[in-house]
């Protein structure tokens, strides 16, 4: 779940027919997207996320605000 006060994994997954806000046990809050994945990636994303320059991750993250993507999928 991502929103403006906290991001963190919900306890559901793509093929459950309803939606659940509840919060995926062992899951940590994070204060944005970004935290939360660096957290819970693989060593192999991590170091994909720290070699991309700061113009692409600026730009995609201003179009997943604008969009509200996350927060409405």
Do not use: I, P, R
């Not at 459950?16 to 806000?21: C, P």
């Not at 660096?38 to 997943?64: H, I, R, Y």
């Amino acid at each position: 779940m991502a929103s403006n006060e906290n991001s963190c994994k919900l306890k559901l997954s793509e093929f459950d027919e309803t939606f659940s806000d509840d919060v995926a046990e062992n899951t940590k809050l994070h204060a944005d997207l970004y935290h939360m994945v660096m957290d819970g990636a693989s060593d192999s994303a991590v170091t994909k996320v720290k070699e991309t320059s700061f113009q692409f991750f600026n730009c995609v993250s201003q179009l997943l605000n604008a969009t509200k993507v996350l927060t409405y999928s």
